[in-house]
């Protein structure tokens, strides 16, 4: 991601037109060096297929920040799926659950098959792939994106839940690595849906593009919706991709959440080991700690 930051902002200033580089009117004769700055920023942005856009304050990314400082669950967390890529961690509370909806479907169906092994019908969903890296008698696949419309190529998840498990009620559990898309998907899905997932993993993408203020205004909604009802327990920064610094604060460009409904906590009580003991890399890269700031700091 690229920041620029002039006088506390990444500016939205549009480039002149072709009439006005021909035939400067007199506003546009008299900018000011300020402007001008402005406009030759854009300039060079736009040389590399970037554009500027409005900074996010430095005070509501740190509140965003603080507000999914990890608690302590319960019941201890466990690993599901593989000791890499794919494997997530989640609290020893899936008893009664029904079913596991995992949209976003890679080489890797570890997670999906631990879920099978407990007893959990699996539904995975991806339009780019033609099924799961694995089978499993409990597996069930659709060729469709998720997101925050349904059509040819997307469904939404509570048309997908309805599809899946009609007239049914019961505890669910969901697991979402749509490559961006999480946040559309989180703002479409209704509260009482939401309410269902007792337990919620997901991989939340362009963190460090949160500088910007229009994905940080759908992102940070996305994510105070997903707090109203549930907790965050526990963060994993994906260390494909590094962080970025700015501001005095480090936000990984990737990172796996797990959160669990709030109903489900017994106490409000911060986690305090990072990372956990069953925390496993995502790739061979270098490791990437969770910053303080993330760990209430």
Same mark, same amino acid.
């Given at each position: 991601?690229?920041?620029?930051?002039?006088?506390?902002?990444?500016?939205?200033?549009?480039?002149?037109?072709?009439?006005?580089?021909?035939?400067?009117?007199?506003?546009?004769?008299?900018?000011?060096?300020?402007?001008?700055?402005?406009?030759?920023?854009?300039?060079?942005?736009?040389?590399?297929?970037?554009?500027?856009?409005?900074?996010?304050?430095?005070?509501?990314?740190r509140a965003?920040?603080?507000?999914?400082?990890?608690?302590?669950?319960?019941?201890?967390?466990?690993?599901?799926? *593989?000791?890499?890529?794919?494997?997530? +961690?989640?609290?020893? =509370?899936?008893? %009664?659950? !029904?079913?596991?909806?995992?949209?976003? @479907?890679?080489?890797?169906?570890?997670f999906e098959?631990?879920?099978?092994?407990?007893?959990?019908?699996?539904?995975?969903?991806?339009?780019?792939?033609?099924?799961p890296a694995?089978?499993?008698?409990?597996?069930?696949?659709?060729?469709?994106?998720?997101?925050?419309?349904?059509?040819?190529?997307?469904?939404?998840?509570?048309?997908?839940?309805?599809?899946?498990? *009609?007239?049914?009620?019961?505890?669910? +559990?969901?697991?979402? =690595?749509?490559? %961006?898309? !999480?946040?559309?998907?989180?703002?479409? @899905?209704?509260?009482?849906?939401?309410?269902?997932?007792?337990?919620?993993?997901?991989?939340?993408?362009?963190?460090?593009?949160?500088?910007?203020?229009?994905?940080?205004?759908?992102?940070?909604?996305?994510?105070?919706?997903?707090?109203?009802?549930?907790?965050?327990?526990?963060?994993?920064?994906?260390?494909?991709?590094?962080?970025?610094?700015?501001?005095?604060?480090?936000?990984?460009?990737?990172?796996?959440?797990?959160?669990?409904?709030?109903?489900?906590?017994?106490?409000?009580?911060?986690?305090? @080991?990072?990372?956990?003991?069953?925390?496993?890399?995502?790739?061979?890269?270098?490791?990437?700690?969770?910053?303080?700031?993330?760990?209430?700091?």
């Amino acid at each position: 991601m690229t920041v620029v930051d002039i006088h506390g902002l990444v500016l939205t200033i549009p480039v002149a037109s072709e009439t006005e580089r021909c035939h400067p009117n007199r506003q546009t004769m008299e900018l000011s060096p300020r402007q001008l700055l402005k406009r030759l920023a854009i300039g060079i942005l736009a040389a590399g297929k970037a554009y500027p856009t409005a900074l996010t304050d430095r005070k509501d990314m740190r509140a965003l920040v603080n507000s999914l400082v990890p608690l302590q669950p319960a019941k201890k967390l466990i690993r599901l799926g *593989p000791a890499g890529d794919g494997g997530y +961690l989640v609290p020893d =509370d899936l008893g %009664g659950i !029904e079913a596991c909806f995992s949209p976003g @479907v890679s080489s890797e169906s570890g997670f999906e098959k631990a879920c099978a092994e407990l007893g959990m019908n699996v539904f995975m969903a991806d339009r780019s792939v033609e099924g799961p890296a694995g089978s499993h008698e409990r597996f069930h696949f659709t060729k469709k994106y998720i997101g925050a419309t349904t059509n040819d190529n997307f469904m939404t998840l509570d048309d997908w839940v309805n599809a899946s498990l *009609p007239g049914s009620g019961s505890e669910l +559990l969901l697991q979402i =690595d749509i490559e %961006g898309y !999480e946040y559309e998907t989180l703002l479409a @899905v209704s509260p009482g849906l939401l309410r269902r997932f007792r337990i919620i993993v997901a991989e939340f993408h362009q963190l460090d593009h949160l500088w910007s203020k229009p994905l940080f205004q759908l992102a940070s909604h996305a994510i105070d919706k997903l707090l109203q009802t549930h907790t965050c327990v526990h963060i994993h920064p994906n260390n494909c991709c590094g962080s970025l610094k700015f501001q005095g604060l480090e936000m990984p460009r990737v990172a796996e959440f797990t959160f669990l409904r709030s109903d489900r906590l017994v106490t409000r009580s911060p986690a305090r @080991v990072f990372p956990h003991p069953l925390d496993r890399e995502n790739t061979e890269k270098a490791p990437l700690p969770l910053p303080a700031s993330w760990c209430g700091r």
